[in-house]
């Protein structure tokens, strides 16, 4: 027992106190990856960029919504999240600690609702998204496409694309919705 004081105190003050102080990690530690729910628009880009598939999102386009979901049992810290989210609402932190005695602890999720297509009604895009282009095109300088083609699904914007054109023969198939329903 005294050899061991004596190492102890040959040893000195250790270089961190953890866990008796909080510890310091450098500032590009990466930790607990934080989601901030409000600024996310669903774009889904950090799901498919996650390689450990921590993170999903489910499209439901019978009620439109769609699920995002991240569950911090398969993250491995990589970063790729948050190096593609275009509006940084995952982020990585310096937190460590994760440990939960309740495995639900472990999960985080949000819904969207989706927008629908301004011709046929179906759901094709998550709301805000559709309203994040809408916002950028309006503030660039650049002309504006029609404004409504921004809400159309990419079917009906590319049927309203050929029925534009001149000389294009307008086979039933091409005839704007309603006039083929009709017909
Ligand atoms: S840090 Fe990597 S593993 Fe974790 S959620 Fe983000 S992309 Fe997935
Ligand atoms: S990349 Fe960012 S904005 Fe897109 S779904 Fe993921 S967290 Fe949301």
């Known amino acids: 027992m005294l050899k061991l004081f004596k190492t102890i105190l040959k040893a000195g003050t250790p270089v961190a106190k953890y866990p008796f102080a909080p510890y310091e990690v450098n500032h590009d530690f990466r930790g607990k990856p934080e989601y901030n729910a409000d600024q996310c628009i669903a774009c889904a880009a950090c799901t498919k960029a996650c390689p450990a ?8 386009l019978a009620s439109g919504t769609r699920r995002w979901e991240i569950s911090m049992a398969r993250c491995i810290f990589c970063g790729r999240c948050e190096e593609v989210c275009p509006t940084r609402a995952i982020t990585l932190s310096p937190t460590f600690e994760l440990a939960v005695t309740n495995k639900a602890d472990l999960y985080e999720e949000a819904s969207f609702p989706l927008a629908a297509c301004g011709e046929c009604g179906d759901y ?60």
């Open 53 to 60: 598939n921590a993170l999903i999102m489910e499209t439901d």
């Open 124 to 183: 094709f895009a998550p709301e805000r998204l559709v309203s994040l282009v809408q916002d950028t095109l309006k503030q660039s300088a650049t002309p504006l496409p029609e404004h409504d083609r921004l809400q159309l699904c990419p079917a009906c914007k590319r049927r309203r694309s050929m029925l534009a054109q001149e000389n294009l023969f307008i086979s039933r198939d091409l005839q704007p919705a309603d006039q083929g329903e009709n017909a």
